[in-house]
């Protein structure tokens, strides 16, 4: 079969069920390694392994992926649409002006990254984002959070149970975990209070426990599973959006995922958001 780097790809031993691009060809080994289109995740596999889908099934996984997106944005709106009318129900609004928490998103993958930054942009949430792969992550995060002194991290990119292997407790059996473990604790050390610094941490399949004993407020993935792109934009969404003076429950923050309970969890978190007052006619 004639392959490419770039090609979109899937895999015939696990029946097809994620749809790949291509990011390395090794031809003296005859493998590739891939990483998902929509889901966080990177994986080895042979280049006989491989099959381009037709058109219409990239289409087709395409328009799914971007529904349940988009079930997720009008959720979104919904809430702050129904807290906007209660708060006007106390007063007049008019004179505030809203302050969502600020986010430093650090990502190990440049298309990922790109998508949610589109997000962020079209929720009106104040976000920087920084391409880093994962294991050098933990060599940079501290100089980040001292330049762009955010209210949320978020640390991302791609991660995998390799192949293999059976022990989930061991952290050296997955791709990229421990770099997001380590980068957790420096950023943790950095600003010790849960509250001050809110972290995300984690990709597909992550080490849930070790991240979250690291420091993390919310974690991917307790039951291993894969996680989408978006879903670390829809978890520090509600952080972003929520006010200063309440804890958000758990499972608010969880059903605004696209992925939910299976691949992210955390604590018990208060929220960012702030009113400003008042509003400056310029």
């Not at 493998?31 to 889901?39: A, E, I, R, S």
């Not at 984002?129 to 294991?135: D, L, N, R, S, Y």
């Not at 599973?225 to 608010?252: C, G, M």
Request: proline share 4%; charged share 25%; net charge positive.
């Amino acid at each position: 079969m004639d392959l490419k780097v770039g090609d979109i790809v899937c895999r015939r031993s696990y029946g097809g069920d994620v749809v790949f691009k291509i990011i390395e060809i090794n031809w003296s080994k005859k493998t590739t390694l891939l990483k998902g289109v929509h889901f966080r995740l990177m994986a080895d596999a042979p280049i006989d392994d491989l099959y381009k889908p037709e058109s219409q099934c990239i289409q087709d996984n395409n328009e799914k992926y971007n529904g349940k997106a988009r079930e997720c944005i009008n959720r979104i709106y919904k809430t702050r649409s129904m807290s906007r009318n209660k708060q006007s129900r106390g007063g007049n609004t008019d004179s505030y002006y809203e302050i969502p928490g600020k986010i430093l998103h650090i990502d190990g993958d440049q298309d990922y990254l790109e998508e949610c930054m589109k997000l962020y942009k079209n929720l009106e949430i104040s976000a920087q984002g920084v391409f880093i792969p994962e294991k050098k992550q933990p060599d940079m995060v501290e100089n980040l959070l001292r330049k762009n002194q955010p209210d949320i991290l978020v640390l991302t990119g791609h991660d995998a149970i390799l192949k293999g292997k059976k022990n989930y407790q061991n952290i050296n059996n997955y791709r990229n975990s421990k770099y997001f473990v380590r980068s957790t604790i420096i950023a943790r050390n950095y600003e010790p209070g849960k509250d001050s610094l809110i972290i995300f941490a984690g990709a597909c399949q992550s080490h849930y426990e070790e991240l979250m004993a690291a420091g993390a407020n919310f974690a991917s993935s307790p039951q291993r599973v894969l996680i989408s792109a978006l879903d670390p934009v829809f978890i520090v969404e509600k952080i972003a959006y929520t006010s200063f003076k309440r804890s958000i429950k758990i499972t608010e923050v969880i059903n605004n995922t696209i992925t939910g309970i299976d691949g992210l969890g955390g604590i018990e978190t208060k929220g960012t958001f702030r009113f400003g007052f008042p509003k400056s006619p310029y």
